[in-house]
């Protein structure tokens, strides 16, 4: 006989994780996208030749655009990314509204996994400094021992509440209500090139950054890896991003 999803779940034990993952699941996006698009301007339904042309020869075109900030161009293209990340993070990530569309996992309609953000003895503890005007910097061993003691204790009694709800009969999502923000959920965010770069100005470091931005650390990692796939996909828009500062235009 099989095991009933609560069931299943009260033999789920809690698991904690420092890292997120993302993954490209498709697209439709290359250089070669903001060539045409670009060159309609002039060419009219002659820009489609660009598709077939290598983009490289125009390469000063796509700096152009980047540099005098030209946007548009850089909308013709798609990038769908799966990610797992803690629901801290996609409550910033969703701050960005143009050129996003979004999809996550819901705690009304599926019983909630018991996955886990601590963070890793990498990740900068202390903050210093005043607000706009301040810095991290390492933890101390004490520090990274009562952070992971204290968030896995809290993780696994917020979980056993959750489970005690639900097999008491009450409805998910009122039961997902005691959970905290550290639970991993995922989601699919689909963007195009022009937005992917207005969200990497500001939630990653960058030296080539003309505007500095300061983002929290685990926003930065789920940024870090979109900017490495779509990198691979656009070299020559990626190039010309940063640059010129990596201002999205």
Known sequence: MTDS???TAKEAEPTFRGDVTVELVKHSAADSD???AARVSTAGEQSLEEITKDPERSKGLINYLMRDRHGSPFEHNSMTFFISAPIFVFREFMRHR???SYNEESGRYRELQPVFYVPDTERKLVQEGRPGKYVFVEGTEAQHELTTRVMENTYREAYEAYQEMLAAGVARE???SVLPVGLFSSM???CNARSLMHFLGLRTQHE???VP???QREIEMVGEKMEAEWA???PLTYAAFNKNGRVAP
């Open 5 to 7: 999803p609560t069931e």
């Open 34 to 36: 903001v060539l045409w």
């Open 98 to 100: 143009v050129g996003w």
């Open 174 to 176: 009122v039961a997902r």
């Open 188 to 190: 699919y965010a689909t």
């Open 208 to 210: 080539q950054a003309a």
């Open 213 to 215: 931005s300061f983002p």
């Open 232 to 234: 691979k996909l656009m």
